[in-house]
């Protein structure tokens, strides 16, 4: 069993930074790509932000410049860094990752979530 906990959500006021973290635990035998995607009230789930094993990042053009995607392999975690903060940046926040199995077979797992929100 593979879980990914979230933390570091809250509400923060517009212009401000929060730093969102994920740790990956259980019985896998490596990491392969993980990601942070967000879904707002009534809309789709997106990615927001992904960074490979061998840490090549990759942004959605909304974010750029102002969120940083980064992992510890040592530590099963990744994590976003978000600075200047905006109200259309409130939604929750999933991060995902690939994990392998001894026998190369591959998954994805989510975490459950933690929410952003910007507001005065």
């Known amino acids: 069993q593979v879980q990914l906990v979230e933390s570091g959500g809250g509400l923060v006021q517009p212009g401000g930074s929060l730093r969102l973290s994920c740790a990956v635990s259980g019985s896998f035998f490596s990491i392969g790509a993980m990601a942070w995607y967000r879904q707002a009230p009534g809309k789709q789930r997106t990615v927001v932000a992904r960074?490979?094993?061998?840490?090549?990042?990759t942004y959605a053009d909304s974010v750029k410049g102002r969120f940083t995607i980064s992992r510890d392999n040592a530590k099963n975690a990744v994590y976003l860094q978000m600075n200047d903060l905006k109200p259309e940046d409130t939604a929750v926040y999933y991060c995902?990752?690939?994990?392998?199995?001894?026998?190369?077979?591959?998954?994805?797992?989510w975490g459950q979530g933690t929410l952003v929100t910007a507001s005065s």
């Open positions: 995902k990752a690939v994990v392998f199995g001894r026998s190369g077979d591959a998954r994805e797992v």
């Open positions: 960074i490979t094993s061998n840490g090549d990042t």
